[in-house]
């Protein structure tokens, strides 16, 4: 099963220029199997991602791309933002509350001294 686990949108997400439905079908026709929305410090809520899976015939799982002072993480299994996410301990703390899971968007992109 291949599934993109770092999928943005627009206006959600500035990284993009598609709506959700355009990279939604963009994955249907590249022959994903599902596709995990991380739109910037947004959330999607499951009922919203069920949604556009009957949609669109599709598995759409729901997640975020949080912005830390440590660079980019992806969040599955959190529902919401909460002040103080941008420290990666907080986060990990929420993730580990939530019994979600945290990974690196772009480990390599930025050094730190």
Known sequence: MLIDLHTHSYPMSDDSFMSVDEAIEGAKSLGLDGICLTD????WAEQQARGLSLKHEFL???GSEINTDAGH???FGLRRYEFGMHKPE???A???RDGGVLIAAH???RRFL
Do not use: K
């Not at 910037?40 to 959330?43: K, L, T």
């Open 40 to 43: 910037h410090d947004a959330f």
């Open 60 to 62: 759409v799982l729901p």
């Open 73 to 75: 993480v992806l969040t």
């Open 90 to 92: 907080f986060l990990r």
């Open 94 to 96: 929420c993730a580990d």
């Open 107 to 109: 480990p390599y992109r």
